[in-house]
């Protein structure tokens, strides 16, 4: 089946650009994993971090707010929510606690005499929490590698996991012709199926695990090393594949 995807934004305290990325403040009381779907509906993610001068950028547009705000960091071994590895950090005293459930990661917007635990806490420094705890404040980021910087395809993958399996593996000319009929009935150019190409090492693959030798590209793959990692099938050439950046805004079949 086809799935339309868009949901509209929250309110937010502000923004400001730094370099090619734009960082979005939000008050809205939320655990880390709804600050995460709300980012990634209306922007890009939770805010990544990774240096000390882009933490200076951030905390720079949360001068006015006081105790926390969720960022992309959580698990152990420490990750972002966007899938990047975790090599800057900048942990409070004591921190990270380690406790059972404190795999998602909070910033502090002020300076504390004392944070809960007996110790004071500095404006910038991280802190470990429980998922499910609800902070007032999350930071999104947005990044403008397409014309819509909106991860509408990470949305979708996500919306296929939840309600069906995965999104759509092409491994065979019945599947493809299938697929093939969906796609007429879409509003856009392209849709998302679950190929990935992987950034480091560039080989492809499918996102729910399937192998298969079966292909569809229309000739050779050309696309840009740096930002098209994510499959589609392209309606304006015969439904033939393609790579586009992953942040482009399409319709999915699971």
Not at 113 to 136: A, L
């Amino acid at each position: 089946k086809l799935y339309f995807y868009i949901k509209s934004c929250s309110c937010f305290l502000g923004s400001r650009s730094s370099g090619d990325l734009k960082y979005h403040f939000i008050k809205e009381k939320k655990t880390w994993f709804e600050a995460r779907d709300t980012c990634r509906e209306n922007y890009t993610d939770l805010v990544s971090i990774t240096s000390q001068q882009e933490l200076w950028n951030i905390t720079s547009i949360t001068e006015d707010a006081d105790q926390k705000v969720w960022i992309g960091l959580y698990q152990n071994p420490w990750q972002w929510s966007n899938g990047d590895e975790s090599s800057f950090q900048y942990w409070d005293t004591n921190e990270p606690n380690n406790t059972a459930d404190d795999v998602c990661v909070g910033m502090w917007l002020k300076n504390l005499n004392n944070k809960g635990d007996g110790h004071p806490s500095e404006v910038g420094k991280w802190n470990d929490f429980g998922c499910n705890t609800s902070h007032q404040y999350f930071l999104c980021y947005e990044a403008p590698i397409c014309n819509v910087a909106k991860v509408v395809e990470l949305t979708s993958a996500r919306y296929c996991q939840e309600h069906y399996t995965d999104l759509v593996s092409i491994t065979d000319p019945q599947i493809q012709k299938e697929v093939a009929e969906l796609a007429k009935k879409s509003s856009r150019d392209g849709v998302w199926i679950g190929l990935r190409k992987e950034l480091l090492l560039g080989f492809l693959f499918w996102v729910n695990g399937n192998e298969s030798d079966y292909s569809n590209w229309e000739n050779t793959i050309q696309t840009d090393a740096q930002t098209e990692h994510c499959g589609y099938v392209d309606k304006t050439k015969n439904f033939t594949w393609g790579l586009q950046c992953c942040l482009t805004k399409l319709n999915f079949i699971c």
